[in-house]
């Protein structure tokens, strides 16, 4: 099984509609992060949360929103699909007790609004 | 504030040649400098990081990258691609200036990285 498990893969949606990303991870970390990937804008982070208790935005948090249900899952939502949203978005995490390390990523959900 | 750049949006190469993937930054501290690699489908993955010592920094897949702390970049080598090493590749920063930092990394845009046979 992967270290960080990203559901689904792949999600058509309508504009206007309500979507939740989930993520999930097996690492411990402690830190997890939402990120979005456009062609030639690389990634662009949208919410980081160091703690259950801890949610920050990031550059380009607009139109999103996050929960931190468990320190193992983070759930990315678009309250209102409009498509500029469509894009590769990734989970991630990192560990606080060595910061240095880098990160650890998901495989991405492939998400389009029609 | 920090900053990657990665000036080129693809590079060629042929296989068995040396190849050089470049990145400069900008930090108001020191940095911390990362490389990662994506394929095609598949979410990025670590590949080497610069944090402090040697210039020169070994990671996977028989990738190094050398910090230049004169000219801010850290340019990822490797002496011989191969064809599976087509991919595309970030570079990616943290600062860490002398009152701290928050431990998140600025991504570059990435480079395609091609390999001909």
């Known amino acids: 099984d992967a270290d960080v498990t990203q559901t689904p893969r792949n999600r058509i949606t309508k504009t206007g509609k309500r979507i939740m990303l989930e993520c999930s991870q097996t690492?411990?970390?402690?830190?997890m992060y939402w990120y979005r990937q456009d062609p030639g804008l690389g990634l662009r982070l949208i919410y980081y949360?160091?703690?259950?208790?801890?949610?920050n935005k990031g550059e380009i948090s607009d139109g999103y929103s996050v929960s931190r249900q468990a320190q193992a899952k983070f759930s990315l939502s678009l309250e209102s699909a409009i498509p500029n949203q469509t894009a590769l978005y990734f989970c991630?995490?990192?560990?606080?007790?060595?910061?240095?390390?880098?990160?650890?990523f998901g495989s991405g959900t492939r998400l389009t609004v029609v | 504030a920090q900053s990657v750049a990665q000036p080129e949006d693809q590079v060629n190469v042929a296989e068995g040649n040396p190849l050089t993937v470049k990145c400069t930054y900008s930090?108001?501290?020191?940095?911390?400098l990362f490389w990662y690699v994506q394929y095609p489908n598949r979410g990025l993955q670590f590949l080497l990081k610069?944090?402090?010592?040697?210039?020169l920094v070994k990671g996977s897949y028989g990738f190094e990258a050398e910090f230049n702390k004169s000219q801010t970049s850290f340019h990822l080598k490797k002496p011989s691609a191969l064809v599976s090493d087509s991919a595309l590749y970030f570079c990616?920063?943290?600062?860490?200036?002398?009152?701290?930092?928050?431990?998140?990394?600025?991504f570059g845009r990435g480079t395609s990285l091609i390999v001909h046979p």
């Open positions: 610069y944090i402090t010592g040697d210039n």
């Open positions: 930090v108001s501290g020191n940095p911390y």
């Open positions: 991630a995490t990192s560990d606080s007790v060595d910061p240095n390390y880098g990160y650890t």
């Open positions: 949360s160091f703690d259950v208790k801890d949610i």
């Open positions: 990616a920063v943290r600062d860490m200036p002398p009152s701290g930092g928050s431990y998140i990394p600025t």
């Open positions: 690492k411990g970390h402690d830190r």
